[in-house]
């Protein structure tokens, strides 16, 4: 009964068997002929075509992918008029041509799909964006984007919000930051997708990268106001360690802050991690926070945070730059025990400190550490210390470091040459530095606009303009020179127009009071950082405003305070950095704008024409050319020299509106002025309060305050300063010595003068000319005094 019951079901399956053996006879027969000849000896009535079997065929392993895109397209126009062809087919023959990077047929088959009606899956969407934008066809791209949108519109499906974030992440990698830019705002503008924090991360940074700061703000500000996009941690790391590159260490507290309250309210995947407290220690050491930076740090070593490289890389740098070479050796030290090994990099950063500091000998001792630690030295390290010993008097052992590289073949590059180039002018051998330029440009290094403006005011100050054409010659095609001497031509032609008579009688900086008011305007700057900040003690220990009663378990309840105690998050001017400039690379005509302004600056205000240096200076600022600190440093330097502190206080004035960050330099002419005028107690002041908003001091600003304050008498204080100098880690010059023994002579204190005289000879500093002039005024009031002992004991013994 079973047997007969189970008979009928014997046909159909025979039935089903014979089908798939014809189908599979069709499809092995079509994929010969296609494979052989086309689709030209196809004859669509003698086929039984239909989509199981074409999807077969297009499935095929054997079958090359242009013979199947041919087969798709002959089967379309030959299958009758209303028949179209699935999601499925459109979706199969779109994979294959991706795949093959058969990217041409692509709008054909998009526009096939159009007719038809048919709209491909996201997933086939996606594929096709991934597809052009690996083969960096990006305006393409768009194209399937704008199609995407096309074909959506009317459905009741909304477009992937995934597409758009692709898109805007392939852009950015590509360096089309403004497209992304321009797809991101008609994105949030018109329509309620949001793009996902990766991407919007991805396009900050390129911003960041870019310097772009306005777009970057933009972005930043759209992405707050839109509702229901929150910023990930990677996101605020972003902008904490982007605002604080910039100086606004507000907005980049804030944002901390803001973290703080997000993961105490519950979101504790948004709490702070060890990136942005590295972000945030970068943040204070730029702005010269460094002693806010020391104390974080030094709390994140008892949080619980696993300290990385980057965070002993980062504090080392800061302190290296700040002239805290005790805590940076200390710091170093600490990092080697802890089983960190310093890079090239923290090397680098030491290196470039010591030789700064004047400390020549620990120096090279730290040179030769890192040679025997098999650590790879870089161009940039030879440079630090070919630079160092050329600053530091040691010119034959910088010539012949950089000789012994040349030699080998290696660490030698433009920068290496630019540094002997200056070094050659400054001692005036304007001859071997242009036989130096030379070989520069035959080993095929550019010679840039720091190396021309070094030979250009060396040919000045020696009066040898003629060399010129001998410069013009050794520089490749001769067109950096021809700029330059271009340059300089259109420049003193502006120079020779008659300026407005109305223009000629206004003082080009007018003074708001003098130069003895200055601590108006320091005090008032200082008192815009206590009205951001309030960083005294008493504020510290604040229980209203301290995040120890929410965040028992916080990492660093320093840095809850700063972030607690912000008043603004308005950008501020950036009162002093310890950021440096970057060396300026030769771009055609385009880089010949403030820089060389600065470079004639010199030449004129070397050779004593401050008027001609004004007028340089006012030509351009008329042009829109924005000053640097370079630029007033230099003018108003000269100003105070010449005694005319009226226009140097206008100089500063017109500084502070620029928001233009005052850096040492400007705190030496500050104090070099106050000097002059006999006002040493405002000197002292200014040094107040220069330390307490971060700043350093080098031993340029050492001595200028030892002489001031020598020189009005106030030896004890001179005294005090010189030991904080050495405690310091800044070792003494020529120029200290030589200002100590002289101030303490001319005040009678000729047993201390001989003191610092023997401490001069064992520190091993050289004396000079004026060293001899100095010893001579030395030994004649030792003889006075000796003449006067012996005229009192001969009084005495006179009856």
Not at 331 to 342: A, C, D, L
Not at 377 to 390: E, M, P, R
Not at 621 to 645: A, E, L, Q, R
Request: with cysteine.
């Amino acid at each position: 009964m079973w047997h007969e019951r189970a008979l009928p079901s014997k046909p159909k399956t025979i039935r089903t068997s014979l089908s798939k053996l014809g189908d599979l006879l069709a499809v092995a027969s079509l994929t010969k002929t296609l494979s052989e000849s086309g689709t030209r000896n196809l004859d669509p009535s003698s086929i039984p075509l239909s989509e199981p079997l074409i999807l077969q065929i297009l499935g095929s392993n054997s079958l090359h992918p242009s013979k199947k895109i041919d087969f798709f397209n002959w089967c379309r126009f030959s299958l009758r008029p209303n028949y179209k062809y699935s999601t499925t087919a459109y979706s199969h023959i779109l994979r294959t041509a991706c795949r093959t990077n058969q990217l041409h047929e692509i709008p054909h088959l998009l526009r096939s799909m159009k007719e038809d009606g048919v709209v491909a899956d996201p997933g086939t969407f996606k594929l096709l964006l991934n597809a052009f934008i690996r083969s960096g066809k990006i305006d393409s791209a768009l194209e399937i984007l704008d199609h995407m949108e096309e074909v959506q519109l009317g459905t009741t499906t909304s477009l992937d919000p995934n597409m758009y974030n692709l898109v805007l992440v392939a852009l950015v990698k590509k360096s089309q930051v403004g497209l992304a830019m321009s797809i991101f705002f008609k994105l949030l503008e018109g329509s309620d997708l949001l793009p996902n924090s990766v991407a919007c991360n991805e396009l900050l940074v390129a911003l960041r990268k870019a310097n772009l700061r306005v777009e970057f703000k933009r972005v930043f500000h759209k992405l707050r106001e839109k509702n229901g996009f929150e910023f990930d941690t990677w996101g605020y790391n972003i902008c904490i360690h982007a605002f604080g590159c910039w100086g606004d260490l507000a907005t980049s507290l804030e944002l901390f802050r803001e973290m703080k309250e997000k993961s105490l309210c519950g979101s504790g995947s948004l709490g702070p991690d060890l990136c942005t407290y590295n972000s945030l220690i970068h943040v204070l050491c730029l702005v010269g926070k460094v002693k806010d930076a020391l104390i974080v740090w030094e709390e994140l070593k008892t949080s619980g945070h696993e300290l990385d490289k980057f965070t002993y890389q980062i504090i080392i740098q800061g302190c290296c730059k700040a002239y805290r070479m005790e805590d940076a050796t200390n710091i170093f030290s600490e990092m080697q025990y802890n089983g960190f090994s310093p890079d090239t990099i923290v090397y680098s950063s030491l290196l470039d400190g010591m030789f700064k500091a004047r400390k020549v000998t620990e120096a090279c001792q730290l040179f030769e550490k890192m040679v025997q630690d098999g650590v790879r030295a870089s161009s940039c390290t030879y440079n630090i210390v070919i630079d160092g010993l050329f600053r530091n008097g040691r010119a034959e052992a910088g010539y012949s470091l950089f000789c012994d590289l040349k030699k080998k073949g290696q660490f030698v590059d433009g920068v290496t040459y630019s540094i002997v180039v200056l070094q050659l002018c400054r001692e005036g051998l304007l001859e071997d530095a242009l036989r130096l330029v030379e070989e520069m440009e035959d080993r095929g290094f550019v010679v840039d606009l720091v190396t021309v403006t070094s030979l250009l005011i060396g040919l000045h100050k020696h009066g040898r303009w003629d060399w010129t054409e001998r410069l013009m010659k050794h520089i490749r095609d001769g067109n950096l020179v021809a700029n330059v001497l271009k340059w300089q031509a259109d420049m003193e032609a502006s120079m020779k127009n008659p300026q407005r008579k109305k223009k000629d009688y206004t003082p080009m900086f007018p003074s708001k009071g003098d130069l003895g008011e200055i601590l108006s305007l320091i005090g008032s700057a200082d008192d815009t950082v206590d009205n951001e900040f309030v960083s005294d003690d008493s504020g510290i220990k604040d229980k209203r405003t301290s995040y120890t009663d929410s965040d028992q378990w916080s990492s660093s309840p320093y840095m809850d305070q700063l972030a607690n105690q912000m008043k603004s998050t308005e950008y501020f001017s950036q009162l002093f950095s310890l950021s440096r400039g970057q060396r300026v690379q030769a771009k055609g005509t385009s880089s010949f704008d403030m820089d060389m302004v600065n470079t004639f600056l010199s030449i004129f205000l070397a050779k004593g024409k401050l008027s001609l240096a004004c007028k340089l200076f006012e030509i351009f600022t008329d042009m829109g050319v924005d000053p640097v600190s370079y630029s007033y440093n230099s003018i108003m330097s000269s100003f105070v020299k010449k005694g005319y502190f009226n226009e140097a206080w206008g100089v500063l004035n017109e500084m502070g509106e620029n928001v233009c960050p005052a850096d040492i330099a400007t705190y030496n002419v500050i104090i070099q002025g106050l000097g002059k005028m006999g006002r040493a107690d405002l000197a002292s002041t200014v040094l107040d309060k220069l330390i307490k908003q971060g700043g350093y001091l080098d031993v340029v600003m050492y001595n200028t305050l030892i002489n001031a304050l020598g020189k009005a008498g106030r030896i004890e204080e001179v005294n005090k300063l010189f030991e904080q100098m050495r405690t310091s880690g800044v070792n003494a010059d020529v120029v200290t010595f030589n200002t100590l023994i002289e101030v303490h002579s001319k005040a009678g204190r000729l047993n201390d003068a001989y003191k610092f005289l023997k401490m001069m000879l064992d520190a091993g500093c050289l004396p000079n000319h004026v060293t001899d002039t100095t010893l001579d005024f030395l030994g004649k009031e030792i003889e006075k005094l000796r003449y006067q002992k012996a005229s009192i004991m001969n009084n005495k013994s006179d009856p």
